[in-house]
């Protein structure tokens, strides 16, 4: 959760509310090997809320693909991941940007060793159809919703590629 108007341009990015939630999952979660955040200030800040150092910060775009999936698009979708399957097959631009982005996942995987785990810190939008591409075969319908805060996904390596995903879905935070 993020702060809001003005208070956005001071300080965090994160509201005080949004650093006691990443606190709280940070503590409910193992030991990560590597932590990889996208470039946005609230993702770094996430991890750190999360009690994470970064390992790296990387650039990458957008998932949100003009024309293809707008922002936001996904929380209105009734099966979001099986209507990015589909999009995954008919649109170069949004293959494109899943493969750069599925890149830097795989590389993230290779920096730890067996029984390690890495935690990639990213925005909803780009974490789904990330997901897809990662299991190619996976039951999309029983993946539930798209993504919110501090929601995200287990995926278990077997080299280079994706051999299980878990979903974990957080209920929508509400500020107290």
């Known amino acids: 959760m993020t702060k809001k108007g003005a208070a956005r341009e001071r300080g965090s990015l994160l509201s005080a ?34 009690g994470y150092a970064v390992d790296e910060i990387v650039e990458w775009p957008s998932g ?47 920096r730890v060793g067996d029984g390690e785990a890495a935690l990639v810190i990213s925005s909803g939008g780009t974490i789904e159809p990330v997901l897809v591409a990662a299991l190619t075969d996976g039951d999309y319908d029983s993946w539930g919703s798209a993504l919110h805060q501090l929601g995200g996904a287990s995926l278990t390596f077997d080299g280079p590629t994706c051999v299980d995903l878990t979903m974990h879905h957080v209920d929508k935070p509400t500020p107290s």
């Open 17 to 50: 509310d949004g650093v006691r939630l990443a606190r709280s999952l940070g503590e409910q979660l193992p030991a990560f090997k590597y932590v990889l955040t996208g470039p946005d200030r609230r993702h770094v800040e996430t991890a750190i809320a999360m």
């Open 64 to 110: 949100y693909v003009s024309g293809v999936v707008e922002h936001h698009d996904q929380w209105q979708w009734e099966s979001p991941y099986a209507r990015y399957a589909e999009l995954l097959r008919t649109s170069s631009a949004l293959h494109e940007v899943v493969d750069e982005h599925l890149g830097h996942w795989r590389r993230a995987v290779d």
